[in-house]
DNA sequence: CTGTTAGCGCGTTCAA
DNA sequence: TTGAACGCGCTAACAG
């Protein structure tokens, strides 16, 4: 390996100089320059990142750190994340928690072993508050996404739940559905917990009253919502706002095996706006959350050290699952 | 930020037998060991990787270079080879090179600098060679699963391609499907050139010729396999192997523009087991490869410097897409 | 069993 | 404009 030292030999000057030359400094001749970078070249230099890490303290690897990286949501997050973070010179360790707090905190604390630059994240379902987090990352600047804990420090970038969730019930009501319950999710969590405020305030804005026997919480898995949808039904309800596409998903399930017709006898809404929603027959309806958007706000923040809440708008997709009638689309 | 030689002043000792202490060296006393443990807990010490890694002059860091994360076969291999990997003691740098040469070579290079301990590798589709590997990757070990360069160094882990795409096409001979043409993919990778190959040989062991008419490459998304299935339509197909499931889904796109009847008119197989190919109506048949099982063998073959070619097996989904008259499914 | 010495490769004082 | 010297935090060789 070829280190600044050797190119300083080989030129019969100091590697003091070659340091500033390769660093664009310019308390350095434009000749001596020219020559240091020639001879980089020539030798075939390429400079230790660790030990330039390590003596200037800083770090220029970020760590994003994600339920899981095969959902669109996240997985577009992360793109639209690299995309900013890759033009200022940012590389990303991305690590996966699959919903496990133990994987969450290990995840943190290799992080901060590291000393990365900053820490994007999303919490674990597991995760129901935030004590874990800053015994585990240390002092580490954290821009937190989608999930996120309001008692942390840092910027904090989220989709707008209350307003799509909102959205989407008054969607169901103006379709005609007239029992209308919602698999809500795990309400530990604030991106569940708005979701099932804006449900509410939507049935209680058009008159109807809200009816917790109608709110199966903790489904957000396509066999949890298989089985929240099949009490749904026994409960009476015609019609189901979902807080995510893999509960719409086990709930297009349970009504196929109830003969069920959708969207004509029972109207469906999922969350996230995946990629399999537009595919299923009938095709799912989905309140969408811009995750491409999200990414980059997020690493916007992180580059502008900027604290606080971005709140990213989202976006009702309406397709076949509640589409009652042809009156929304053709 | 603690460092060992504040735990050595505390303690009145050298950093050394910190050093040591923290390391499980067995050559320091239990008693000095405890004090050095304790001390370092309380005064809240924390390893920095950095200085060490560079001081051994290796990383526990490894990169993973995929075209995409979002794919159910690159994230699942990602989390095979990640289970491996952490119990090692190894993290992942994971960077997409959303299929572009540009982006590849940057990752590769960047991942060199950052001096990781090796390189997890499937080439993107605009690479036709390996010529640009090495130069951006240097010495560093390579370990190379699914789209794979035959002629670089290190290991090699790969589905049976030829034999899964023996084995789809033999299930659409035996389905009764008659003129079967075959999205081929880009036949400079090899993955799609051995699929074209077992699909050659099926047609051959059951008498059938070989027509280059049928053979439509270079289509492996959802618009290239739209395009690609009207012109086997037009070509007088009554079925395809697609070399991918991105280009199977926008097959079905076509033959439902064309009230094509699938699979009684019409068969269809796919690869590579994504999970929206049995959402879709009819839903789709497909070849896969065990990507979590190809993630660990490749993890498994870096951490044991193995170098060679594995090959992982791949099964046959059989779905709606092909099965004529229900004879395979009920 | 522990201390001494010597760097890993780089960047940043301070002098000259 | 350049060089000398030092140290980021850690580990490893060699003594003792």
């Not at 874990?132 to 989709?159: C, S, T």
Request: with cysteine; net charge negative.
């Amino acid at each position: 390996m070829v280190t600044i030292t050797d190119i300083a030999e080989a030129l019969g000057i100091t590697p003091s100089t070659v340091s500033r030359a390769l660093a664009g400094n310019p308390r350095v001749r434009e000749e001596t320059r020219q020559a240091v970078l020639e001879a980089a070249e020539r030798m075939g230099y390429e400079r230790n990142v660790l030990a330039s890490n390590l003596r200037r303290g800083k770090s220029d690897i970020v760590g994003i750190v994600v339920p899981r990286i095969n959902r669109e949501f996240f997985s577009n997050l992360i793109s639209g994340a690299e995309s900013i973070l890759g033009q200022a010179g940012y590389r990303a360790i991305i690590c996966q928690t699959h919903e496990e707090l133990d994987t969450e905190i290990k995840a943190l604390h290799t992080l901060r072993l590291h000393r990365v630059a900053g820490v994007f994240f999303s919490h674990c379902i597991e995760a129901t508050d935030s004590s874990h987090v800053l015994p585990a990352l240390g002092r580490i600047p954290l821009v937190q996404f989608d999930r996120v804990f309001r008692d942390l420090p840092g910027a904090k970038i989220v989709g707008a739940n209350f307003e799509g969730a909102y959205e989407a019930t008054t969607h169901l009501i103006l379709s005609g559905y007239k029992r209308i319950g919602t698999l809500a999710g795990y309400l530990h969590t604030e991106v569940y917990s708005d979701r099932l405020r804006g449900y509410r305030k939507a049935l209680e804005d058009n008159g109807i009253p809200y009816d917790q026997s109608l709110v199966f919480p903790d489904s957000i898995f396509r066999e949890t919502g298989y089985a929240s949808c099949h009490m749904a039904i026994d409960a009476g309800c015609d019609a189901l706002y979902c807080a995510g596409d893999y509960a719409a998903l086990g709930s297009l399930d349970a009504l196929r095996e109830h003969r069920i017709s959708v969207p004509d006898d029972f109207g469906l809404v999922g969350t996230a706006n995946e990629f399999f929603t537009e595919l299923t027959n009938p095709s799912i309806s989905s309140v969408g959350q811009r995750p491409y958007d999200m990414g980059r706000e997020a690493a916007i923040a992180f580059l502008e050290s900027r604290e606080g809440v971005t709140v990213i708008p989202m976006e009702l997709h309406i397709r076949q699952s509640s589409n009652r009638n042809n009156i929304w689309l053709k």
